[in-house]
């Protein structure tokens, strides 16, 4: 009689699903070059900001200027105007400053988070210290500068947000009074002082920051490393000129706000 051999399903067997691939962006990140690429490019959107919000602040140096409906008013308030309504009609008023805050914000967070990701993968890899003294004292000197000033800038920005943009740590701040706010922020001299420090940190910060940039993009082909370094400076030394001649203005007078001198003068508290 023949027999047939039944047999039932195959369970248990070794057989491993193979691993789901991540996407390989994801990939990237997780290594060290992936790292310093991210760095890179969120730390170019953050000088792209720093200057461009710097340009802006100097419109504090043209005092009031005439509307096309005879209204004076301070041009670095007609500046802040223009911003909120960039794009409008296209988009609703504010919606593309939105945007712009949001890269802003996305960067800034991937930038602490990619730093925070290197600074773990080099200690791990760090078993040995480097042999030569001169180079550990360089590398070190350049990454410990890098975090200390880091914090600083992050710290500032928190204030500077909670000084000239939420008000609460300015007294006498005005919602869409910029030039208004200005004065009254920067004529404490312990705030002015603040401004100040903070921005040296940001140079040395943007310094170093733009030197290894070059080096993570790859461009640092030893022909181009004055250029290299002349960039780095140049930035650095131009951001912090123009950042510290705020609160210096401000001091000196040069900046002041006058409410005789615009047409709908800002209500100030307790008059
Ligand atoms: C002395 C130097 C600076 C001055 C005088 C200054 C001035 C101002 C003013 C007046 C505003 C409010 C604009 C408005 O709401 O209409 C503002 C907003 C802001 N500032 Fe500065 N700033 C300085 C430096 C910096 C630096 C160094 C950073 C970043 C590293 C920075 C980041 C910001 C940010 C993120 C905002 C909010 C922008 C927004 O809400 O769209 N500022 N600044």
């Not at 504090?60 to 794009?87: A, C, K, P, W």
Request: proline share 4%.
């Amino acid at each position: 009689m023949a027999q047939t051999l039944s047999r039932g399903p195959v369970s248990g067997t070794a057989v491993k699903a193979p691993a789901k691939k991540k996407p390989f962006i994801i990939d990237l990140y997780a290594t060290a070059v992936g790292k310093k690429y991210v760095m890179a490019i969120t730390g170019l959107i953050g000088i792209g900001f720093v200057i461009t919000h710097m340009i802006g602040n100097l419109k504090m140096y043209l005092g009031v200027v005439t509307e096309s409906n005879g209204d004076q008013i301070y041009d670095l308030d007609v500046y802040g105007e223009f911003l909120r309504e960039l794009l409008v009609p296209i988009l609703p008023r504010t919606y593309f400053l939105w945007g712009l805050r949001l890269v802003l914000i996305g960067a800034v967070l991937l930038h602490i988070h990619a730093a925070y990701g290197l600074t773990r993968i080099n200690h791990g890899a760090r078993a040995v210290k480097y042999q030569s003294a001169r180079d550990y004292q360089v590398a070190n000197f350049a990454s410990r500068s890098m975090r200390y000033t880091g914090i600083v800038v992050g710290l500032f920005i928190i204030w500077h947000l909670a000084d000239l943009t939420w008000g609460f740590a300015n007294p006498d701040f005005v919602r869409g009074a910029a030039y208004y706010n200005l004065d009254q922020s920067l004529s404490r001299i312990p705030v002015a002082i603040l401004y100040i420090v903070a921005n040296i940190a940001l140079g040395i910060h943007l310094f170093h920051g733009t030197w290894s940039l070059f080096q993570s993009m790859g461009w640092n082909n030893p022909r181009f490393n004055a250029w290299r370094r002349n960039i780095a400076i140049g930035t650095a030394a131009v951001i912090v000129a123009g950042n510290c001649s705020f609160p210096i203005a401000v001091m000196a007078g040069v900046v002041e706000y006058d409410p005789d001198a615009v047409t709908h003068p800002v209500e100030e508290a307790g008059e």
